[in-house]
């Protein structure tokens, strides 16, 4: 049995770090996920620059990509019709949308209401569709919002149908502020899968608590078999307060081989792509099995692939 990992780091990773990362060196991190085994990345944000100024290089990111990784499965987040005209012009191939699932979450983050929101990503997923553009969408803080705490499971399976009725092709079931347990997390994804066939869901978990681990189990317990992580662990939500790190890409790899699972992705790759992003963002990094993985894969040389 196989899962298959997206990996956010080059834009849910980067978009809220205290250092200004370089559009060569976030292709770079992205080569390295490349060459690791990782088939699908997440890699930049089509968004405001004044809204998120690391992410105002897109276009030079996405051509850099498609020029040097043609094989490479690569989304774009776009907040709205112009963010996907200027994802389209650019040459993106597949585009992401986030819904928050309540209304003082879509407030602080997009200044709009959820029903508005709601339309607005709906709008776009429909015209990127028309475009012949694969697609995703998120639904942000579906276990809890750090404005209104827990997020009502009946509005979650509400907004993630809509979504997949828009022409999402993927729905990303987001712990943003990584509050979840796995009872939860498999309990909401249970009640997913007979409303939306399986293979198009998705999960997206944070670390915050300890459990982004737990809940990727609890998670492929339910049938999921997609989810999102950021190598070394690096990310958190600048727009939601208590939003710590991605699941770790190393974690996620490493738990899905000791049990049987396929990955495709080399856990050495990975760790030399944590090497590198410490050098870029000048500080340490890794998930919870980094610091053995250095010495396993030190003892024998760094030669062993996973």
Same mark, same amino acid.
């Given at each position: ?9 080059? &834009?849910?990773?980067? !978009? =809220? !770090? @205290? ?11 992205? &080569? ?27 276009? !030079? ?17 776009? %907040? ?18 986030? #819904? ?5 979450? =879509?407030?602080? =983050?997009? =200044? ?36 209104? *705490? ?14 997949? !009725?828009? $022409? ?19 309990? /909401? ?6 409303? /939306? ?12 608590? $300890?459990?982004? @681990? ?5 998670? #492929? ?10 190598? $070394?662990?690096?990310? *958190?939500? %600048? ?27 080399? #856990? @050495? ?11 870029? /963002?000048?500080?340490?990094?890794? *998930?919870?099995?980094?610091?053995? /993985? ?6 024998? $040389? ?5």
């Amino acid at each position: 049995m196989s899962i298959i990992i997206t990996d956010v780091a080059p &834009r849910d990773g980067l !978009q =809220n !770090q @205290s250092v200004t990362v370089s559009a060569e060196a976030k292709v770079e991190l992205i &080569r390295l996920l490349h060459e690791a085994g990782v088939a699908s990345v997440e890699a930049t944000s089509f968004v405001s620059p004044k809204a998120v100024p690391h992410m105002a290089d897109a276009e !030079q990111v996405v051509a850099a990509v498609n020029a040097s990784m043609p094989g490479l499965r690569t989304s774009v987040l776009v %907040p709205n019709m112009k963010g996907l005209e200027r994802a389209h012009a650019a040459g993106a191939r597949e585009v992401a949308v986030v #819904l928050s699932a309540t209304e003082t979450m =879509n407030l602080k =983050n997009i =200044n709009m209401s959820l029903a508005r929101a709601t339309e607005v990503c709906a709008q776009t997923l429909d015209a990127a569709r028309r475009l012949r553009l694969r697609t995703r969408a998120y639904v942000a803080v579906a276990f809890d919002c750090p404005f209104e *705490g827990p997020t009502p499971p009946s509005v979650v399976r509400q907004l993630a149908q809509r979504m997949a !009725q828009a $022409g999402a092709d993927e729905i990303v079931i987001a712990d943003t502020i990584g509050s979840a347990g796995p009872g939860a997390v498999k309990t /909401l994804f249970e009640a997913l899968a007979p409303e /939306l066939p399986v293979e198009r869901l998705a999960a997206h978990f944070h670390d915050t608590r $300890g459990l982004a @681990s737990a809940n990727v189990w609890a998670a #492929l317990e339910a049938g999921v078999r997609r989810f999102d992580a950021s190598v $070394g662990g690096i990310g *958190g939500c %600048p727009f939601a307060p208590g939003a710590a790190g991605n699941a770790a890409t190393e974690d996620l790899v490493l738990m899905a081989e000791r049990s049987g699972l396929r990955t495709g992705i080399s #856990l @050495s790759g990975l760790v030399r792509a944590v090497a590198y992003a410490e050098g870029v /963002l000048g500080r340490p990094l890794g *998930g919870r099995s980094m610091a053995w /993985l250095r010495r396993h894969h030190a003892a024998r $040389g760094d030669t062993a692939s996973a």
